[in-house]
């Protein structure tokens, strides 16, 4: 069963920086595609950027392009979220999530994904 762990969420002043990790378990990267999403109170679940299962492709959601990027590294079987820039409506929670040789594609649609961790709070606020 393929699990995967959010970390690096918290507390952060606007324009500020957070790095956000997201650890796969139970198989290799190299077999899916991860897709990062966020969701604030009261609002839809959103897409925010996907890395393919090969590596070769990414895609992010037009409001976050050029302040959020999207990487991977195969030996810590782990996928990673850098956003610059952060605004107060950056404020959510933070999820990843995975389909085993899906396309990342946008939209970045959550209901394409089948598995899921369990989120990591992203706070911007002076």
């Known amino acids: 069963q393929l699990q995967l762990v959010e970390s690096g969420g918290g507390l952060v002043q606007p324009g500020g920086s957070l790095r956000l990790s997201c650890a796969v378990s139970g198989s290799t990267l190299n077999y899916y595609t991860i897709g990062w999403f966020r969701q604030a109170p009261g609002k839809e679940r959103e897409g925010i950027s996907c890395?393919?299962?090969?590596?070769?492709?990414?895609n992010y959601a037009d409001s976050m392009k050029g302040r959020f990027t999207i990487s991977r590294d195969t030996a810590k079987n782990t996928v990673y979220l850098q956003m610059n820039s952060l605004k107060p409506e950056d404020t959510a929670a933070y999820y990843c999530a995975a389909i085993q040789f899906g396309a990342c594609r946008r939209p970045i649609a959550p209901n394409t994904y089948d598995y899921w961790g369990q989120g990591t709070q992203v706070t911007v606020s002076s």
């Open positions: 890395i393919s299962w090969s590596g070769s492709s990414t």
